[in-house]
Structures are given as structure tokens and as C-alpha cells.
């Protein structure tokens, strides 16, 4: 069982378009992150996210927490090649510690 | 991420011989978790550990798999026995603190291959 679910699991895309990406859970986190990772590498932290209803903007990508902290959605505007990875969320369940719980994995690619 | 380092970055193992990994968690962070992650999947929680203690070892197989965090020295990650399922990325990260926001510095993780 997943207890974050990713959405959707592969996107193939050209240049120049938007995306979202989508994370749900049943469970409230007390923060969330957003991750990329390139083939071979480990993870890349891109964004926390802690209070519910947050928005934050990373130059062409935005992340929004939902109001009860149990989902994120990661947009992207005018996505480039250079955008393509892995993108992973991951969320500490409420009163736990540094236990991060991953999604699949949204898989990413943008062609030129 | 720079800063947490991971090796070997590449291992091969037939089955029934031992594997061992290593983490050197980021100058200062006393906290240290593991995590394995299969083709075209998420990561899986494995195991949690401070300097000499295990905390949570929930994820980890009963069987042939164990940690430690010793007071001297790097992490490390043993599989015993390994099996071709055992083949995998096994990701070390590293925090200052228990508690917190969750950020995570990840090293570059180690691949084994078990023939």
C-alpha cells in the first residue's frame, strides 16, 4: 500500500508546455518535500513545505501544500529539457521524526 | 547533497556472498537513515540510526540484513547471503536533528547487482 500516491507516474512533454504533478495521501503530514533525481544520483531536495495551504515558487516551478497537509501538487510553467528527472515526494507523518515516507515517483520528460 | 558520501557506488555480488555499504553522513549530522530503491520506484525506508543506536529498524528485512552507527567511523549496511532481489540502489541521508522538517541530504547512493 502507498501511502503517498504520486500522479501521474510518466509524463512526456515538449518544450515549452506546463505540467502538474500530483501527490494525495489519507494521511497529514507535518511537512512534505519535493525531490528530483537524475539517473544515477542520489536525491535533490528542491522544496519543504510545512503549513497547510503554503505556496512556494522555485523561479518556473511551484508547489502548493493542500489545506489539511495530506496532498502537494508540484507545477511547472514552460518546462525545458533541462527539466527532465524523477520527481519525488515525500512527507513526515504528523509527531514522527525525520522518517521520510516517498511517493513512486513522477517520471518527467521534456523534449526540445 | 554534496556533503554525504556513499560508497562503494558500484558492487557485484554473486549470490551468497556478504555485501557491505558504507555512509559518511554530512560534517555535524549525527543522524543517519537508509533506503533502497528498486527500478523505476520510489524509496523505501529501511532503517534509522544515531550515533550507536539503532531507533528504527522497521523497514528493514529480519532476515540477513542489518546496521550500525558506531561511535567511530561510517554507517553501515550489511546483507548477508544476498540475493538477486537484493539487487538494488541503497541510498544513505543524513540530518542534524530528529525532529524537524524532514530535509534530508542525500548521498549518491550504492548499486548492487547480485548475479
Known amino acids: 500500500t502507498q501511502l503517498l500516491e504520486q500522479s501521474p507516474q510518466f509524463l512526456s512533454i515538449q518544450e515549452g508546455e506546463n505540467l502538474t504533478v500530483y501527490c494525495n495521501s489519507s494521511s497529514v503530514f507535518s511537512s512534505l518535500q519535493w525531490y528530483r533525481q537524475e539517473p544515477g544520483e542520489g536525491p535533490v531536495l528542491l522544496v519543504t513545505v510545512v503549513t497547510g495551504g503554503e505556496v512556494k515558487k522555485l523561479k518556473r516551478l511551484t508547489f502548493q501544500f493542500g489545506d489539511a497537509r495530506k496532498d502537494s501538487s508540484l507545477h511547472i510553467t514552460a518546462a525545458q529539457p533541462g527539466d527532465t528527472g524523477l520527481y519525488l515526494c515525500a512527507g513526515v507523518i504528523t509527531g514522527g521524526y525525520n522518517k521520510l515516507i516517498f511517493g513512486a515517483g513522477t517520471r518527467l520528460a521534456v523534449h526540445p | 547533497n554534496a556533503g554525504v558520501m556513499q560508497n562503494p557506488r558500484h558492487?557485484?555480488?554473486?549470490?551468497?556472498?556478504e555485501a557491505r555499504l558504507r555512509c559518511s553522513p554530512m560534517?555535524?549530522?549525527s543522524h543517519v537513515y537508509w533506503y533502497r530503491q528498486l527500478p523505476e520506484e520510489g524509496l523505501k525506508?529501511?532503517?534509522y540510526l544515531q550515533k550507536e543506536n539503532i531507533i528504527d529498524e522497521s523497514g528493514m528485512p529480519k532476515e540477513r540484513f542489518s546496521a550500525e552507527f558506531p561511535k567511530e567511523g561510517p554507517s553501515i549496511l550489511r546483507i548477508q547471503q544476498v540475493v538477486r532481489g537484493d539487487s538494488a540502489a541503497y541510498f544513505c541521508a543524513?540530518?542534524?536533528g530528529a525532529a524537524g522538517t524532514g530535509e534530508l541530504f542525500f548521498g549518491e547512493g550504492s548499486r548492487l547487482t547480485v548475479l
Open chain 2, 11 to 17: 558492487l557485484v555480488r554473486r549470490r551468497g556472498q
Open chain 2, 27 to 29: 560534517k555535524g549530522h
Open chain 2, 45 to 47: 525506508f529501511m532503517v
Open chain 2, 94 to 96: 543524513s540530518s542534524a
